[in-house]
């Protein structure tokens, strides 16, 4: 059973005259429905016709209170992330010396115990916020300013910003690479090369960066452009061996991943490749500055315009998915490829066209990096942004909007963890077990139901791929 | 063992899945369950295997009450169940299979493979079942599957197995053996349920009939009673079994099918040199045993499978090399045998099912944009026209019942400009209501002029619909007959007697379908 968007409940009439407050005295045939499906999945009969069932008509609230209630995907991903909040707080307390000292002593001194422990958990998460949202010293320092004028012009204005700036900078990839495992996903592919995509992209859009002299404007976009289409030249190949061969996408993007960084340590290993003329190390010349994605707010801010095509990529995703004829053969080929193929669609060229806009988004995640925030390519550019692309898109349930929001999540959790580690001692490596953790629990949805006591709902999106593997 | 059940209610939120029945199953007896799709068939015998709880009612064996809180009990307490969907491991033998849960182990500890392999012998010589305990699943045809099945309820010495629409994914004969077992079973104590909505099959096989409607017993009867009799009371109306139609009136020939020749996957010929022609206001039927060679010409017919050579051509036009998308265009209306499968998109809405193959052109799109609204309203008009029982259009197609499921199928390819109709098992599945609807609206069909091609493995099906009998066996026509041909003409023609001299023993078909050869590969068994 999937969802295609969240807000609606199923079955709701887009002219649903909304009673409003009588909510729980209405009967619920969709959540009857629903529950009949989850007790006998397989049976077309349990799930009776009934023409005289009240029509579905049910308030927003109500199903904000189901929601709740039964436990449906959206508040199984939130509850998810708090209790790996609970999660990492617990590990990170009772993994420092001064804690489990404090522990050793918990009948001479339980208060102190618990208070080292709560000091320790807390303390962590408090530069995390500081460091990827809001930190308040920085108001403070602003408002000791003289006047409007200097506060500004000397950076504490921006310095107010400069998290949620850091946020969004470290979210940008991460949108765009979760947008290439996420789209192919809806077309029931499983895209796992998010690595080699990415650094097809930073190639050409760094050697497009200092290889070339254009114009202002027109540089930015060339290399933009260019790290599209080095993505999106993998994912083809990739689409093309599947539609050709059969060969299974998985296989072929996790090799092409191991091909593509070798490639890159090869490309910069000999100055007549990319290594840069004076260096070295294994980094190319720095890009031109007209290819530099440009600043929002200012140079005191780190934040680009890779935000802003992050942002324009999951719009145009979704509208893609939902609004064209493209999408609708996309979504048909991800959940019954047969029906799709009797019904006309051609099923091979929508997987090569899928590989191809996916591995292109993460190609552009690839130049927003090496054009937003690197301006060269060195042999570990590529980071772990392949496999944090696949639990955005987990954490996001494989749907547009929700890869931002992991994105932005993930990216605050990154942007924070120096604060965090400079401060308070808690090693970055936090940052990942949060990750982990958070994705452990949105693939078993029944674990966060049997913590919080929720009734099973419709499973959906994100176990059904994991606990239905590749193939099905 | 006694079996009663006594006020059994369940309830799904507002909805009554099953109003206060009883039951009875005497020991040794053939207890028939006949019940539209939806009437609460499946979601009782649920109950009682454990899989839910009744809200009411009580569960007697011999006499006492018991609860299953699982279907462990349930088996622990002697009911075994065959479910629809068979519950097997395709790559593990049948041993295998049958020991998987209550697996034994010699002194050292390891798999007592031999001993299962020796239960299973001993099970399937007693009860005649003819299982190869070695053979792996997959290789096996469906029926001698169901028997596997079968033989593992008996292992966990089940006194009573419910059968839940057995015969839907059987061929006749399959199902002769089936009832044959059944028998057998029957002789040795053994109770069975038998749900089904085919009166027939209920007829023949059982010793007392049970009708639910709406989740309600409606009546019980015994096995003489007539076919009106249990459909009028299974529907709640009368009903017609037989379509009343006129005579046809053939026209220009629109379909031309010569010498096509279809392989599988492997290579196999599965389709070998058939040649026909179906007329505008025609219904031709094909009919024969199912795996030789129906699917494959359904999906030659419709640019699925390659065609080595030969011929297909819509009125004149040839279509041979034509994509799906291009013979849809031209005319082609496809039904599809596994509705499931290749006919709807079961997490899609209604109403996307119903654009599936126009999606992409006016009024349902332009450009590149989808026409949402368009969507909608085809799908609120296609839902009135054909009665599709749904609460609304954008509920996912997979939660209704298989007859509006097909309902959905026929709106969209009739729904849209054609010439030609081919329907693969049009009905499977489906109980009488939606069967006569299904008939009724394939017969609208040919007297607006459009040439039907019906492919049905059902011979009543056949001798209702069809002006032209065509009957295929192993990839090729043995005979065309007019719809009076007596049906032991038809069954010598199925089992591959021909106009010709031509005619191998009758019978081996059944003989090659009862034979679990592993690898000898029953023709579409297994798909």
């Known amino acids: ?472 | 063992m006694e079996l009663e059940l006594k006020g059994i209610t369940k309830r799904f939120g507002s909805l009554v899945a099953n109003d206060r029945i009883d039951l009875a199953v005497a020991p040794g007896q053939v207890h028939a369950m006949l019940g539209e799709n939806g009437a609460g068939k499946t979601t009782l015998m649920n109950v009682l295997y454990g899989l839910l709880q009744p809200d009411d009612g009580e569960i007697l064996l011999d006499g006492k009450a018991v609860r299953f809180h699982s279907p462990r009990d349930a088996i622990a307490a002697g009911i075994g169940m065959v479910h629809q969907h068979f519950m097997l491991v395709p790559v593990f033998t049948v041993a295998e299979n049958v020991t998987l849960g209550i697996e034994e182990t010699n002194r050292s500890g390891l798999l007592d493979r031999r001993k299962a392999r020796r239960d299973v012998g001993e099970l399937s010589r007693r009860y005649g079942l003819e299982i190869d305990p070695d053979a792996l699943v997959e290789d096996l045809p469906v029926g001698i599957q169901q028997r596997v099945e079968i033989v593992k309820a008996l292992v966990r010495q089940a006194t009573v197995l419910i059968l839940d629409e057995p015969t839907a994914v059987l061929t006749p004969a399959e199902t002769d053996d089936l009832f044959r077992i059944i028998k057998q079973l029957k002789d040795g104590g053994t109770s069975v349920v038998f749900i089904s909505h085919k009166l027939k099959e209920v007829q023949t096989i059982a010793d007392t009939i049970t009708v639910l409607r709406r989740g309600a017993v409606v009546g019980e009867r015994p096995p003489t009673a007539t076919e009106d009799e249990l459909a009028s009371l299974m529907v709640g109306r009368n009903v017609q079994l037989r379509v009343s139609k006129e005579q046809a009136k053939p026209g220009e020939v629109v379909l031309d099918v010569s010498g096509l020749t279809v392989a599988d996957q492997t290579g196999r010929v599965r389709v070998n040199g058939l040649s026909f022609q179906v007329r505008a206001g025609e219904i031709l039927g094909v009919a024969g045993v199912q795996g030789n060679g129906q699917t494959e010409l359904c999906e030659a017919l419709m640019g699925l499978r390659p065609a080595a050579s030969g011929h297909v051509r819509l009125d004149g036009h040839d279509l041979t090399h034509a994509t799906p998308a291009q013979r849809l265009r031209a005319g082609l209306a496809y039904v599809p045998e596994d509705r499931q499968e290749d006919g709807l998109i079961s997490d899609f809405s209604v109403a996307d099912n119903m654009v599936l193959d126009q999606f992409d052109r006016p009024p349902f799109a332009s450009g590149i944009n989808l026409n949402l609204g368009a969507i909608a309203s085809n799908a609120a008009e296609l839902v009135r026209e054909f009665d599709v029982r749904t609460t609304s259009a954008q509920v996912p197609v997979g939660t209704l019942s298989g007859g509006n499921q097909q309902k959905v199928i026929l709106a969209r390819e009739l729904g849209r400009e054609h010439k030609v109709l081919v329907a693969s098992q049009p009905t499977r599945g489906l109980d009488v209501g939606s069967i006569e609807f299904v008939h009724r609206r394939i017969v609208e069909q040919r007297d607006h002029g459009v040439a039907v091609l019906i492919v049905s493995a059902e011979l009543d099906e056949i001798y209702a619909l069809a002006d032209r009998i065509a009957v295929m066996y192993e990839g090729k026509i043995t005979g065309f007959r007019p719809p009076t041909v007596p049906a032991e003409e038809l069954g010598l023609l199925m089992a591959g007697g021909s106009d010709e001299v031509y005619s191998p023993a009758p019978g081996q078909q059944e003989t090659e379908i009862a034979t679990p050869t592993p690898g000898a590969g029953t023709p579409g068994a297994g798909q």
């Open chain 1, 1 to 472: 059973m999937s969802e295609q968007t969240p807000e609606p409940p199923p079955g709701s009439s887009p002219a649903d005259p909304d009673p409003g407050g009588q909510g729980p005295v209405v009967p619920e045939p969709a959540a009857a429905l629903a529950e009949v499906a989850a007790s006998s999945p397989e049976n077309p009969e349990a799930l009776p016709e009934n023409p005289e069932a009240p029509v579905d008509r049910y308030s927003r609230g109500r199903f904000l209170l189901t929601a709740v209630v039964e436990g449906n995907s959206f508040t199984v991903t939130i509850l998810a992330i708090v209790t790996a909040l609970v999660v990492g707080g617990l590990l990170n307390a009772f993994t420092n010396t001064t804690v489990l000292h404090a522990w050793g002593n918990l009948f001479s001194a339980p208060g102190n115990a618990f208070a080292q422990a709560w000091d320790t958990a807390a303390g962590a998460y408090v530069e995390l916020f500081e460091g990827s949202i809001f930190n308040p010293h920085t108001v403070a320092a602003l408002f000791q300013q003289a006047s409007i004028g200097t506060a500004i012009h000397d950076g504490y204005l921006s310095a107010v910003f400069s998290p949620l700036s850091e946020t969004c900078v470290q979210a940008t990839p991460l949108i765009l690479a979760g947008l290439a495992v996420a789209l192919p996903y809806q077309a029931g592919m499983f895209n796992i090369g998010g690595q080699s995509q990415f650094i097809g992209g930073a190639i050409v859009a760094t050697y497009l960066g200092y290889g070339v002299n254009l114009p202002v404007v027109i540089h930015v976009v060339v290399c933009v452009l260019g790290g599209f289409v080095g993505g999106a030249a993998i994912g083809w190949l990739v689409g093309e061996l599947k539609a050709r061969t059969g060969a299974h996408e998985v296989i072929v993007t996790i090799m092409l991943n191991y091909v593509m960084q070798y490639f890159l340590a090869y490309l910069l290993s000999y100055h007549y490749l990319m290594q840069g003329p004076s260096s070295t190390n294994q980094i190319t010349a720095n890009i031109a500055g007209n290819a530099h994605l440009p600043l929002l707010f200012g140079s005191n801010l780190r934040i680009n315009a890779g935000f802003l095509i992050a942002l324009a990529c999951a719009a145009g995703i979704w509208w893609l998915l939902n609004r064209t004829t493209t999408g609708f053969e996309f979504r048909a080929i991800g959940k019954n490829p047969s029906a799709a193929r009797v019904a006309g669609i051609n099923v091979e060229r929508n997987w090569v066209l899928v590989m191809l806009i996916a591995a292109g988004l993460a190609g552009l995640a690839g130049s927003a990096v090496v054009q937003g925030t690197d301006f060269s390519l060195n042999f570990q550019s590529y980071g772990t942004y392949g496999i944090d692309a696949i639990t955005v898109a987990l954490l996001g349930r494989g749907r547009p909007a929700g890869v931002v929001f992991a994105g932005l999540l993930f990216g605050a959790l990154h942007a924070g963890a120096p604060l965090m580690q400079a401060v308070t001692g808690t090693p970055v490596d936090m940052v990942e077990v949060l990750q982990a953790v958070i994705v452990l629990f949105v693939a078993a949805p029944p674990l966060i139901r049997a913590i919080f006591r929720l009734r099973a709902a419709r499973a959906g999106g994100v176990s059904l791929v994991l606990s239905k593997g590749w193939n099905s």
